[in-house]
Nanobody, 126 residues
């Protein structure tokens, strides 16, 4: 059974930092792509950062470029999302998702992902 468990969320002030973790069990990250998604109250879920743990290729949405960094710890089967210079508009429930990475591809569409975690709340106060 594939399971993803997020941790590291919390309450932080504007310009602060948080590091989210996505612990993966049931599959080996060496063959998988991971995406971080977020959903704010009253808004649709959106993709934030994506990585293939095969070759380490990454993709970010424009609003987080230069502030967020996604990385794979294949030995630890964990994916991290380092979030710096946080803004109130980053407030959301953050979820990670996994899918098999064909040829090391990065996937940015929610529909590409098979397995999902339950999420962790990130709140940025002004």
């Amino acid at each position: 059974e594939v399971q993803l468990v997020e941790s590291g969320g919390g309450l932080v002030q504007v310009a602060g930092s948080l590091r989210l973790s996505c612990g993966v069990s049931g599959v080996t990250l060496d063959d998988y792509a991971i995406g971080w998604f977020r959903q704010a109250p009253g808004k649709e879920r959106e993709g934030v950062s994506f990585i293939s743990c095969v070759y380490g290729d990454t993709h970010y949405i424009d609003s987080v470029k230069g502030r967020f960094t996604i990385s794979c710890d294949n030995a630890g089967n964990t994916v991290y999302l380092q979030m710096n210079s946080l803004k109130p508009e980053d407030t959301a429930v953050y979820s990670c998702a996994a899918t098999w990475s064909y040829s090391g591809n990065v996937y940015v569409s929610q529909s590409d992902y098979e397995y999902w975690g339950r999420g962790t709340q990130v709140t940025v106060s002004s």
